[in-house]
């Protein structure tokens, strides 16, 4: 490329291939998971009896006379001030929460993360974990790459259909609806609805991914103005090093040469204390060891 030419400032998407994690916050997210999907897709089958001529589904959104009910609750169109008061302390919990603990909402119940992570769920048991589904990436399109994937977009269409269906079903009577699905005899608007939200839950859990959060959902935008030297953040702390990464094979690499050339030359005879131990402080050549690390312990503990 000529220095002339002008450069792309967007790369070309590199897949990710999350492997399987344990532990108190995979579990803590895997509970979320759940009840908020269950929330999602079991809320429209519950009964509420509100008496004669009126609807005995627990929470609906009644377009036809103008109503939204909520179990015992039912608010009429000119009562909307409660549903716009409950969206104003929605978000000023959530501008709290962000602001003291971080991207909760974004790692926990965003509805982008739910479902990207009930798709990685599928994956990970129609394709195997992390090592599994690269070389499958990597692999040219066999029978078993086609079966696998197959499978794999199968569910994810099923899914993205009942997430679909479980939207509409908040606005009409969920059984009468199912039934009138079923049997074509449903609006075109509902099948329309089901239609768009399924391609949008199978594009955006099954291929999109992280590429939502990062060019189109404006809330990384807002939450960064709310966030300070308080707010707890998840980042990686470079001193820290990793084990396995090469700033401490090259400490390691450099505490055993140290060592090994005092050991000839006290071997030899010479005078081994004109050479320096090591050019790193001793807690340094520690595999992630540092000064900083220690401070860093002693404040918050290690973990």
Known sequence: MSVNEPQSLYAA?????????????????WWIMGITLGIYYLT???????????????????MAHRRFYFFWIEIWPHEFYFVAGLLIMAGLGLFLFTSAMGRVWCGYTCP???WTDLFILVERWVEGDRNARVRLWNAG???RK??????????????????GGAWVFYFTDAPTLLRDLFTL?????????IAILTFTTFFFGGFAREQICIYACPWPRIQAAMMDEDTITVAYREWRGEP????????????????????????????????????YPARELQVGGSPERDAEEQRIGDC
């Open 13 to 29: 998407r590199e897949p990710v291939f999350p492997r399987r994690v344990t532990g108190n916050f995979r579990t803590l997210k």
């Open 44 to 62: 429209p089958w519950i009964r509420w009896d509100r008496g004669p001529n009126l609807p005995d589904q627990a929470v609906l959104v009644d």
């Open 112 to 114: 982008q993360t739910v």
């Open 141 to 143: 399109w066999d029978m």
């Open 146 to 163: 086609w079966r696998l994937r197959l499978t794999k977009w199968s569910i994810w269409l099923l899914i993205a259909v009942a997430t």
């Open 185 to 193: 005899d449903a609006h075109p608007i509902a099948y329309t609805t």
């Open 244 to 279: 396995r990464g090469k700033h401490n094979l090259r400490l390691e690499k450099d505490r055993q040469a140290a060592e090994a050339k005092i050991a000839a030359e006290a071997a030899l005879g010479a005078n081994a204390a004109k050479y320096a131990p090591t050019p």
